[in-house]
């Protein structure tokens, strides 16, 4: 519950409004008029049924039951809340739907069910397996919980997944391999001690049990002290599994030497006393929320080397279930799995724990700005909004499905599929996977001009994995070693990453020089040369590409895109090379648009836009697209004289002078370019089959505003932008660039002119 009454009300506000809820239903298909309705319901949708009459596995084809998950709760056991009932658990049920779509783009429906009888409430799940491809139970109180997973798994065909149990058990073997590796510890030789006899708490010990720790040195304490052979006050046999043959009787008694508290229970359990008895080392897993059994704070107050995790996301080591449940459901609905056994279980549990271990992405650094990742006692398990999650752990658990014979639906290229899973939330990564491809097959040398700003830093680490470039970094050396030690990265400058100091580099003379013997009879002196080789980071980038000792220049993170093309013209505009426009793919939902030319040429030529168009054709193959090109206007085919459209048209007729490999065609508006149903109306004898996917417009402010709509209010993803003409020896990024972003220009940069035409 919320602490103040203005939170309690902007908690309230958020599920009001706009809409009350958080879930709403999409068509996936148009229904837009009869023929649509004709295929949607009576008589096209009489075909989908009666293959799946005659074979039942078509329904993940013809239907969405392979994507769609039941999210089932009678609200007997909600986190926090107790026994509230179906109907007030409703808001957690459709929290829930939203993650599993959020993280693994999984649809999912919410089901309320007011059965508090175990049985019948497991009947009711039954029933409903043919409407969905798997279930997850939640919120529903021990031991009820146990009943109703067990009829459940004997009888479905599906997965089930009680996430209480499982997901916080797969969370907590993750955290605690990655704490015992932490505190050089191994799983069969820690004692541990566990508060709550819960589903939760089960389960997770019943997992422990399988990374290896022994069963014997497991000591389970609940509200009625030590759980111990002959027992007979609040017991089951789930608890009696962990009976002690002991005359121990309290937490107090039992936490001696404890290498490993494992708190499922309520707040104030564990004293700091009591932490005070245990192990060297100690790893303090107090789960309880919305208040652990142990502050940090006061553990560490007695062990300042305690590794400490909680349920909190206030404090380091959060153990969230959203870091497991959304991918190991999407593992098993994509190769059809008929359950989720151990081994589904234990690939998940590795395949987090590794992720914490490997350098932190960008992208989780940027949703969790300020906070150390740096793999440790304060960072044991990801963060859920690391996007690799997904390719990671789905990959996983499918590769562990199939190797267990519980797949119906194998997968045959697993890298192919992990390639797919990261498509879903890097927006950029299958498009550019030809650009990759090319990056990883001959070595160049990436300097960047700003390479104190922290997104460039976590560019190089992944261009470092992912490529076989080597870049250089213009910055302080102090600035920059610092970042790198705050950002928890393996960049050593001298090692893997190159530097060039403004303020103190051996080059400095030499680099000065060449730039006055450039520039001397364009104004520039000597004592000007000087100051801008130290003071103009991109300067000295194009001077080191002209110089031979970087194979491209890439620059603005900040300022404006014209001051750093003025330094990149002055250096490298030189020898047939020159900036002919400036190119942008824009990943949209349905695929890649490329918008040309946004920044170079603010009122292109004829003779300009026909170079823009074959530049951009050139590019647009560097992605494995054959590019389909259309001229912008406001006017269309002819139907305004002055304008751009007069531009365009004898742009038209320079392209039609030559003989090129593509297709083209103007000039047009932008719907008629997208639409070829209306192109056909309008010109039926164009030359353009299909939508365009290449757009040039004769006004700058026209291709710039285009770009940056689709880029706010469209979703999309820009790519770029690509600075055309130059060789591939520099590109000006804007200053909104991502550090996924500035990868992907590295990639571009990366590849070998030769392999683009």
Known sequence: MSDTPNLRQAALDYHEHPRPGKLEVR????????????????????????????????????????????????????????????????????????????????????????????????????????????????????????????????????PVFHDDQHGTAIVVGAAAKNALHVAGKKFEDIKIVSTGGGAAGIACLNMLLKLGVKRENVWLCDINGLVYE?????????????????????????????????????????????????????????????????????????????????????????????????????????????????????ACIDGIAALARATTSAEAAAAYQGEQLTFGAEYLIPKPFDPRLIGVVSSAVAKAAMETGVAARPIEDLDAYKRKLDGSVFKS????????????????????????????????????EETVERPILIGRPEVIERRIEKAGLNLQLGQNVDLVNPENDPRYRDYWETYH??????????????AIMRTNTTAIGAVMVHRGEADSLICGTFGEFGWHLNYVNQVLG??????????????????????????????PTPEQIAEIAIGAARHVRRFGIEPKVA???????????????????????????????????????????????????????????????????????????VRNILKMKGDGLEVGPILMGMGNRAHIVSPSITARGLLNVGAIAGTPVAHYG
């Open 574 to 603: 030189r020898d047939g090379f020159r900036p002919h426009g400036a190119l942008s793919m824009m990943i949209l939902e349905d695929g890649p648009l490329f918008i040309a030319d946004t920044q170079v040429n603010l009122h």
């Open 230 to 346: 002959g027992r007979t006050e609040d017991m089951n046999p789930s608890k009696a599994e962990y009976a002690q043959k002991s005359d121990l009787r309290t937490l107090d008694d039992v936490i001696d030497g404890a290498d490993l508290f494992l708190g499922l229970s309520g707040p104030g359990v564990l004293s700091p006393e009591m932490v005070a008895k245990m192990a060297k080392r100690p790893i303090i897993f107090a789960l309880a929320n919305p208040t652990p059994e142990i502050l940090p704070d006061l553990a560490r107050a007695v062990a300042p080397d305690a590794i400490i995790a909680t349920g909190r996301s206030d404090f380091p080591n959060q153990v969230n279930n959203v870091l497991c449940f959304p991918f190991i459901f999407r593992g098993a609905l994509d190769v059809g799995a008929t359950t989720i056994n151990d081994e589904m279980k234990i």
């Open 517 to 530: 013997s450039l520039m001397c009879r364009r104004g520039v002196s000597p004592d000007i040369a000087r």
């Open 429 to 464: 990564a299958l498009i550019m996977r030809p650009v990759f491809e090319s990056a990883r097959s001959s070595p160049r040398r990436l300097v960047f001009a700003e390479g104190e700003d922290e997104r460039v830093l976590r560019a190089a680490q992944a261009i470092i």
């Open 27 to 158: 068509a996936t298909k148009p229904l837009a008029n009869g023929r649509d309705l004709a295929r949607a319901y009576s008589p096209g949708v009489a075909e989908a049924c009666i293959e799946i009459k005659n074979d039942p596995d078509t329904a993940a084809r013809y239907t969405s039951r392979g994507n769609l998950v039941a999210v089932v709760t009678n609200g007997t056991a909600v986190l926090g809340l107790g026994n509230i009932g179906a109907l007030a658990s409703k808001p957690v049920m459709e929290g829930k739907a939203v993650l599993f779509k959020k993280f693994a783009n999984i649809d999912c429906f919410d089901i309320e069910l007011d059965q508090a009888d175990p049985e019948k409430l497991a009947e009711i799940v039954c029933a409903m397996e043919p409407s969905f491809g798997a279930i997850n139970l939640e919120d529903i109180k021990a031991p009820d919980c146990f009943v109703v997973e067990k009829i459940c798994r004997e009888r479905m065909n599906i």
């Open 631 to 705: 001229l912008c206007s406001q006017s269309q085919f002819g139907n305004q004289g002055e304008g751009s459209g007069k531009r365009l048209r004898a742009a038209l007729q320079i392209l039609d002078a030559g003989n090129h490999d593509f297709v083209y065609e103007g000039e047009m508006n932008i719907d008629t370019a997208l639409d070829p149903e209306l192109r056909a109306r309008l010109l039926p004898c164009n030359r353009m089959e299909g939508a365009a996917n290449v757009l040039v417009f004769a006004h700058a402010d026209a291709a710039s505003g």
